[in-house]
């Protein structure tokens, strides 16, 4: 065994990234006698199978900080973190079941093209400005610096040279290509992630059982540390903090993940370019199933790393190279790096492979979606009304090759400033609450006005802050109870939907407002396949969580 690349390991990653180049620049072309449009280019023609969509939609929310930083949640905390990805695939059934049917109804090119329809042009910029501004300085920043960190620490690669190659990878195909480029990769992607995923999970289990295989580690790891398996954690672990107990069934979780799998473009805009409603549904129930197999390959590997770092007899086995770059509680983010290094040569390669489809593919549907955003919902709003075809697809090229220049020169100052990093991520938490009770009340209420809508934003912002500052400084006021950071989105969520259900009353007397969805009964008819699809993701949930409760 070695830990270094050798020729079989750099031969079977160029070969994956020519791959991706070849497939991305094939889809890219124009057909001929066709010249891309914008529906071609940020919709992929509304041409995409259920297939194509549930793998690009798993393989634009992997990346990174799936890989790395659950690992070294698992590492540091156990199975819990497991929640994020579970709970996710019970979210993508409700937004497959209840949101799908009116955006695709609507025939949506971005997310904030429906608050203008619902609401108002002026909320619409605002948001779109916001989500821009998201996607370049946090979104994009923070993939290419954890990508070129993973980079680093595996293969030594210097930081900004990680960066440069990263971003040209992910542009060379997508900004050319757009969306169809972007999607048909994907498949691709997750096909490498999913393989290169279990061969990390394999090497580590079999590893921890002396050889004796997958099953046998997997029943080792449980019966060394019983305690990284509970899913429920109580107020006594260290983690309560992150991973409130029952609160991560019926709290701010729910916030998180309606507002990124519903209302978070780079997502959404893979089930809008469908061929159609049920071939999206499809897709949705595709990735539903895919997120309760990701837990597998990003949070047991950390957990078995663990149980190999605090036995000195799998320690001492895996000999000098097993003490570099050693995981610890304080540096758990090392654990996946650390695992890499012992796989045998060809698979060291498929893992890295799967590594680089995690952040190439999200770098992708980051960038694409950010174009879009800005060419329909700001150049084609303001700039130039009358763009054609061809000036709308050469400006999602330039705002998005723009975008990817300024996510560059952030990404190596995210390194030196830690707390400012984690206070951006916390800040998207406080902001989404508002955002998501807007969306909520403007699909599923027909009395919320825009006034209301934009009172309740504004004031979620203090709503949510009142939660995160008065922690630190009045801790010993009677007016505050110190509560978990998910369970305070959970509580700005239901009271920012208060404030704007009380405006939308005052302002119309309680009638419904002009621009209220008509919802009918028939909206959310759902096929017999999609129905028995989820009905049987449901059943496994409450079986893992059964199992795993504590």
């Excluded at 957990?303 to 540096?331: F, H, R, T, W």
């Amino acid at each position: 065994m070695t830990t270094q690349f050798e020729f079989l390991d750099y031969f079977i990653f160029v070969a994956y990234a020519i791959l991706i180049l070849g497939v991305g620049l094939w889809m890219s072309r124009d057909k001929k006698g066709h010249e891309k449009n914008a529906e071609d280019y940020f919709l992929a023609g509304k041409s995409l199978p259920w297939w194509a969509i549930g793998a690009s939609l798993i393989a634009a929310n992997i990346s990174a900080e799936q890989f790395i930083g659950m690992s070294g949640s698992g590492f540091a905390s156990g199975l819990a973190i497991a929640s994020y990805e579970w709970m996710a695939a019970l979210t993508l059934l409700i937004v497959g079941k209840y949101f799908l049917p009116i955006f695709i109804e609507k025939g949506l090119y971005t997310i904030p093209e429906f608050v203008e329809k619902r609401y108002s042009t002026n909320l619409k910029t605002i948001l779109a400005i916001f989500w821009i501004a998201l996607y370049v300085f946090v979104n994009l920043a923070s993939v290419l610096y954890l990508g070129s960190l993973a980079l680093e620490t595996i293969m030594g690669i210097p930081m900004i040279y990680g960066v440069i190659g990263l971003a040209l990878f992910a542009a060379a195909y997508s900004l050319y290509g757009g969306l169809s480029a972007v999607a048909w990769t994907d498949v691709i992607q997750v096909v490498f992630l999913v393989l290169g995923g279990l061969a990390t999970t394999y090497l580590a289990l079999n590893t921890v059982s002396g050889g004796h295989g997958m099953m046998e580690g997997l029943k080792v790891v449980y019966e060394e540390v019983p305690d990284r398996f509970a899913m429920i954690l109580d107020k006594s672990n260290p983690e309560y903090k992150n991973l409130p107990g029952i609160g991560v069934l019926v709290g701010g979780m729910w916030v998180a993940n309606l507002y990124y799998w519903g209302f978070n473009q780079y997502i959404i805009q893979r089930t809008l370019a469908a061929k159609s409603l049920r071939e999206a549904q499809k897709g949705i129930l595709l990735a539903a199933f895919l997120k309760l197999i990701i837990p597998l390959i990003v949070v047991i590997p950390g957990i078995a790393a663990y149980v190999m770092v605090n036995d000195p007899e799998i320690l001492a086995s895996l000999g000098e190279a097993g003490l570099k770059n050693l995981p610890s509680l304080e540096q758990a983010d090392k654990a996946y790096p650390w695992l890499l290094q012992f796989l045998p040569t060809g698979l060291k390669g498929v893992a890295f492979a799967a590594l680089a489809a995690a952040i190439v593919s999200s770098l992708a549907s980051m960038l694409n979606s950010t174009s879009t955003i800005y060419t329909m919902d700001i150049y084609k709003q303001y700039i130039n009304k009358n763009a054609s075809s061809k000036q709308t697809v050469n400006m999602g090229r330039i705002s998005a090759a723009v975008a990817l220049v300024i996510a560059c020169i952030m990404a190596p100052l995210l390194g030196g400033i830690d707390q400012a990093f984690q206070f951006i991520q916390e800040y998207t938490g406080i902001v989404s609450p508002g955002i998501l009770a807007v969306f909520i009340l403007g699909l599923f209420w027909k009395k919320t006005t825009n006034k209301a809508a934009i009172i309740g934003a504004l004031a979620s912002i203090p709503i949510a802050l009142y939660f995160k500052v008065a922690s630190h400084q009045w801790s010993t006021s009677p007016f505050f109870v110190d509560v978990p950071f998910m369970d305070q989105m959970g509580y700005t969520f239901i009271l920012t939907m208060i404030v704007i259900a009380i405006a939308s009353l005052i302002q119309h007397n309680g009638a419904d407002d002009a621009k209220g969805i008509e919802i009918k009964k028939e909206t959310f008819k759902t096929s017999p396949t999609f129905n028995i699809g989820a009905f049987a993701v449901m059943i496994i949930l409450v079986m893992l969580y059964s199992l795993f409760w504590n």
